[in-house]
C-alpha cells in the first residue's frame, strides 16, 4: 500500500489556523482515498519555470494512466471570489495537473462558482468533518418518510357480538385460551408483523380461532363462532431536511446558496454517515404520493404508525 507524505505538526494547538486546516484536509482526503498519494506543502516548477506552492498534492492511477490532482486550501473569513479562483487554475494548468480542487471553509462567491463552471476541471469544494467542528460545513439531507398505517376491519359472529363491539381496535380485547394472555387487537396485529406474518403492503385476513381465542368483554370471557380481521395499509409520505451530526466527506458547491452534490473523483468516497438525527428535523412536509417529493431523497425511512403498544 502506498504511504501518505502527510506528517502533523509537533503540538497542534501550536499551528496556526490555516495549517491546521490544511492538515485537517490533508487527511480527510487520505482517509477517503487510502491508496492515494497524499503530499501536503510541494513546491513543483511548472512549464512557465516558476516553482510553485502547492497546498495538498493528490497522486493516484486510473488503470495505467497517473493522475494528479492539486488542492488549493482558502480558510478565509468571506467567500472565496473569482480571482482567487482564477489564480488557482492557473496553478493548475501550470503543473499539468489533471484535476484542481478549492477547498474552502467560508463559501464562494456566484462570480467564483461560474468561473468554475466554465473551466470544468475545478471544482470548488468544501469538508464535512465534524470531529473538526470549526472547519465543518453543517448539512441537513433531503429525506422521505413512510408511514404505513393499518386499517381495520373486524367481522364476527354471532352477529349480536358485532354490536357490542368498539369500533376502536386497542378498546377490543383478545384472551388466547392456552396461554392465558389478553392482548388488544392493535397489539396482536403488531405481533403478526413483528413475527413475519403478515406483509405491510396490500390487503389481507386473518382467521381467529374459536378454539384457541375468546373475547373480553365486560370483564367476561364470550366465545365467537367466526372473528375475520380484514386489514389494508395506507401509506403517507413525510419529507423534510435531516440533520447529519456525525460524519466525514468532501462536498461540492454548486451555488451560492449551498446546495451540495457528492464529489466523487479518482477513489474519493464522497461522503460516509456515522450519525443523523431525525428527530431533530425541523419540518416534515406531508405529501400524497411520492411523485410531490420536491427532490430526489437522500435517505428513506419507513414506519408502521402505532398509537399503543
Known amino acids: 500500500m502506498r504511504q501518505s507524505s502527510i506528517f502533523r505538526l509537533v503540538g497542534e494547538r501550536k499551528m496556526k489556523d490555516h495549517q491546521l486546516f490544511e492538515v485537517v484536509v490533508a487527511e480527510l482526503h487520505q482517509f477517503l482515498s487510502p491508496s492515494s498519494l497524499i503530499k501536503q506543502n510541494q513546491k513543483i516548477q511548472g512549464r512557465s519555470g516558476v516553482v510553485r506552492q502547492i497546498d495538498i498534492l493528490i497522486e493516484d492511477n486510473s488503470g495505467v494512466y497517473p493522475i494528479k490532482i492539486v488542492v488549493d486550501c482558502k480558510h478565509y473569513k468571506t467567500p472565496v471570489d473569482i480571482k482567487e479562483v482564477e489564480a488557482v487554475w492557473m496553478l493548475v494548468d501550470d503543473v499539468r495537473a489533471n484535476l484542481g480542487i478549492v477547498i474552502s471553509d467560508a463559501g464562494f462567491t456566484e462570480g467564483a462558482l461560474k468561473r468554475a463552471r466554465d ?8 469538508i464535512l468533518d465534524l470531529q473538526h467542528k470549526n472547519f465543518s460545513v453543517k448539512i441537513a439531507l433531503p429525506a422521505v418518510m413512510e ?9 364476527v359472529s354471532p352477529s349480536r357480538l358485532s354490536r357490542l363491539l368498539t369500533s376502536e381496535p386497542e378498546a377490543i380485547i383478545l384472551k388466547n385460551l392456552k396461554t392465558g394472555q389478553q392482548t388488544n387487537l392493535y397489539q396482536f396485529f403488531h405481533r403478526k408483523i413483528l413475527e413475519g406474518e403478515i406483509g405491510t403492503e396490500g390487503t389481507g385476513l386473518i382467521h381467529l380461532a374459536a378454539d384457541e381465542w375468546q373475547l373480553v368483554l365486560s370483564e367476561s370471557l364470550v366465545a365467537f363462532s367466526s372473528f375475520k380481521i380484514n386489514y389494508r395499509f395506507v401509506s403517507r409520505f413525510y419529507f423534510g431536511m435531516v440533520p447529519v451530526i456525525e460524519g466525514r466527506g468532501i462536498l461540492e458547491i454548486l451555488n451560492a446558496q449551498k446546495i451540495y452534490t457528492q464529489v466523487n473523483f479518482l477513489r474519493v468516497k464522497g461522503l460516509i454517515l456515522e450519525a443523523i438525527n431525525i428527530v431533530e428535523t425541523e419540518k416534515w412536509e406531508v405529501c400524497g404520493s411520492l411523485e410531490e417529493i420536491p427532490v430526489p431523497a ?3 425511512v419507513g414506519y408502521i404508525s402505532w398509537d399503543n403498544e
Open 119 to 126: 473551466i470544468g476541471l475545478l471544482k470548488l469544494c468544501t
Open 147 to 155: 408511514k404505513a398505517e393499518p386499517l381495520l376491519n373486524i367481522s
Open 298 to 300: 437522500f435517505l428513506n
